[in-house]
Protein backbone atom coordinates (compact mmCIF):
# COMPACT_ATOMS: atom_id res chain seq x y z
CA UNK A 1 0.00 0.00 0.00
CA UNK A 2 1.63 3.76 -0.89
CA UNK A 3 -0.66 5.77 0.76
CA UNK A 4 -2.23 9.00 -0.17
CA UNK A 5 -0.35 11.12 -2.88
CA UNK A 6 0.80 14.62 -3.17
CA UNK A 7 -2.80 16.89 -4.06
CA UNK A 8 -4.63 14.17 -2.94
CA UNK A 9 -7.73 14.99 -0.04
CA UNK A 10 -5.61 13.89 3.57
CA UNK A 11 -7.47 10.83 4.77
CA UNK A 12 -9.26 11.87 8.07
CA UNK A 13 -9.15 10.29 11.43
CA UNK A 14 -10.11 10.94 15.36
CA UNK A 15 -8.24 9.18 17.42
CA UNK A 16 -7.02 9.33 21.26
CA UNK A 17 -4.28 11.12 22.00
CA UNK A 18 -1.92 11.77 24.89
CA UNK A 19 -3.49 13.91 28.22
CA UNK A 20 -6.92 11.97 27.59
CA UNK A 21 -7.88 13.89 24.37
CA UNK A 22 -9.25 13.23 21.00
CA UNK A 23 -7.57 14.20 18.03
CA UNK A 24 -9.73 14.56 14.90
CA UNK A 25 -7.55 15.63 12.01
CA UNK A 26 -10.37 17.76 9.75
CA UNK A 27 -10.81 19.94 13.36
CA UNK A 28 -7.10 21.54 12.18
CA UNK A 29 -8.63 22.60 8.94
CA UNK A 30 -7.03 26.10 7.55
CA UNK A 31 -3.80 24.96 9.23
CA UNK A 32 -0.91 23.41 8.11
CA UNK A 33 -0.38 19.70 9.90
CA UNK A 34 2.84 17.84 9.80
CA UNK A 35 1.67 13.95 10.73
CA UNK A 36 4.46 12.10 11.43
CA UNK A 37 4.31 8.14 12.10
CA UNK A 38 7.36 6.71 14.05
CA UNK A 39 7.38 2.83 15.18
CA UNK A 40 7.67 3.23 18.74
CA UNK A 41 7.73 5.03 22.11
CA UNK A 42 11.12 5.26 23.63
CA UNK A 43 13.05 3.70 21.37
CA UNK A 44 16.17 5.58 19.78
CA UNK A 45 15.26 6.90 16.40
CA UNK A 46 11.30 7.52 17.88
CA UNK A 47 12.83 9.79 20.17
CA UNK A 48 15.49 11.55 18.83
CA UNK A 49 12.54 12.34 15.88
CA UNK A 50 10.19 13.77 18.55
CA UNK A 51 12.96 15.89 20.70
CA UNK A 52 13.52 17.65 17.23
CA UNK A 53 10.14 18.32 16.12
CA UNK A 54 9.74 19.47 19.91
CA UNK A 55 13.07 21.96 19.75
CA UNK A 56 11.41 23.17 16.81
CA UNK A 57 7.71 23.85 17.76
CA UNK A 58 7.71 27.68 18.14
CA UNK A 59 8.85 27.73 14.66
CA UNK A 60 6.02 25.75 13.12
CA UNK A 61 3.76 27.56 15.18
CA UNK A 62 5.11 31.03 14.46
CA UNK A 63 3.79 29.66 10.56
CA UNK A 64 0.52 28.09 12.23
CA UNK A 65 1.87 24.65 11.66
CA UNK A 66 0.33 21.82 14.26
CA UNK A 67 2.75 19.20 14.85
CA UNK A 68 1.11 15.30 15.60
CA UNK A 69 2.79 12.70 15.96
CA UNK A 70 1.40 9.07 15.61
CA UNK A 71 2.12 5.12 16.47
CA UNK A 72 0.34 1.99 17.85
CA UNK A 73 1.31 3.15 21.13
CA UNK A 74 -1.25 3.67 24.07
CA UNK A 75 -2.37 6.98 24.51
CA UNK A 76 -0.75 5.66 28.25
CA UNK A 77 2.36 4.86 26.71
CA UNK A 78 2.41 8.46 25.05
CA UNK A 79 1.66 10.21 28.26
CA UNK A 80 5.18 8.40 29.91
CA UNK A 81 7.06 9.15 26.56
CA UNK A 82 5.73 12.78 26.45
CA UNK A 83 6.64 13.21 30.19
CA UNK A 84 10.41 11.66 30.21
CA UNK A 85 11.34 13.56 27.13
CA UNK A 86 9.53 16.98 27.68
CA UNK A 87 7.69 16.36 24.72
CA UNK A 88 5.53 19.02 23.04
CA UNK A 89 4.14 18.05 20.14
CA UNK A 90 0.67 16.17 20.38
CA UNK A 91 0.96 12.32 20.46
CA UNK A 92 -1.51 10.67 18.47
CA UNK A 93 -2.47 7.03 19.48
CA UNK A 94 -3.84 4.30 16.90
CA UNK A 95 -3.85 0.68 18.49
CA UNK A 96 -6.32 -0.62 15.41
CA UNK A 97 -3.77 0.66 12.66
CA UNK A 98 -6.97 1.85 10.55
CA UNK A 99 -4.77 5.40 10.42
CA UNK A 100 -1.88 4.05 9.62
CA UNK A 101 -2.79 1.88 6.98
CA UNK A 102 -5.03 4.27 5.62
CA UNK A 103 -1.78 6.53 5.06
CA UNK A 104 0.27 3.20 3.98
CA UNK A 105 2.82 3.31 6.65
CA UNK A 106 1.78 -0.10 8.05
CA UNK A 107 4.08 -2.47 6.29
CA UNK A 108 6.23 -5.46 5.99
CA UNK A 109 9.64 -4.99 7.34
CA UNK A 110 12.40 -7.29 8.38
CA UNK A 111 15.41 -7.79 10.74
CA UNK A 112 17.54 -10.45 10.88
CA UNK A 113 16.13 -12.24 8.39
CA UNK A 114 12.64 -12.25 10.40
CA UNK A 115 9.77 -10.33 8.65
CA UNK A 116 7.55 -8.56 10.82
CA UNK A 117 4.72 -5.38 10.35
CA UNK A 118 5.42 -2.19 11.58
CA UNK A 119 4.89 1.18 11.21
CA UNK A 120 7.17 2.88 8.23
CA UNK A 121 8.89 6.52 9.87
CA UNK A 122 7.22 8.66 7.73
CA UNK A 123 5.84 12.24 7.32
CA UNK A 124 2.85 13.93 5.81
CA UNK A 125 2.41 17.61 5.34
CA UNK A 126 -0.99 18.78 4.76
CA UNK A 127 -1.79 22.09 3.68
CA UNK A 128 -4.50 24.07 5.60
CA UNK A 129 -7.29 23.04 2.80
CA UNK A 130 -6.58 19.62 4.13
CA UNK A 131 -4.74 17.99 1.08
CA UNK A 132 -1.43 16.43 0.99
CA UNK A 133 1.25 19.05 0.11
CA UNK A 134 4.27 17.10 0.64
CA UNK A 135 5.49 13.49 1.83
CA UNK A 136 8.69 11.79 3.47
CA UNK A 137 9.07 7.78 3.41
CA UNK A 138 11.72 5.96 5.14
CA UNK A 139 12.59 8.73 7.01
CA UNK A 140 16.22 9.36 8.08
CA UNK A 141 15.80 11.54 11.48
CA UNK A 142 19.14 13.51 11.73
CA UNK A 143 17.72 16.71 10.12
CA UNK A 144 14.35 15.65 8.95
CA UNK A 145 12.50 18.32 11.67
CA UNK A 146 14.08 21.04 9.90
CA UNK A 147 13.95 19.86 6.56
CA UNK A 148 9.91 19.80 7.24
CA UNK A 149 9.98 23.30 8.95
CA UNK A 150 11.71 24.07 5.66
CA UNK A 151 9.10 22.79 3.39
CA UNK A 152 6.33 24.27 5.23
CA UNK A 153 7.85 27.94 5.20
CA UNK A 154 8.24 27.14 1.23
CA UNK A 155 4.36 26.33 1.18
CA UNK A 156 3.24 29.47 3.16
CA UNK A 157 5.41 31.72 0.63
CA UNK A 158 4.06 29.65 -2.09
CA UNK A 159 0.61 30.39 -0.99
CA UNK A 160 0.79 34.06 -1.15
Not at 116 to 133: K, Q
Amino acid sequence: MTGPVKGSEAPDFALPADGGSEIKLSDFRGKNVVLFFYPKNDTSGCTAEAIDFTALKPEFDAVDTILLGMSPDSPKSHDKFKNKHALTVSLVSDQEKETLQSYGVWVEKSMYGRKYMGVERSTYLIDREGRIAETWRKVKVPGHAQSVLDAVRALEVDAR
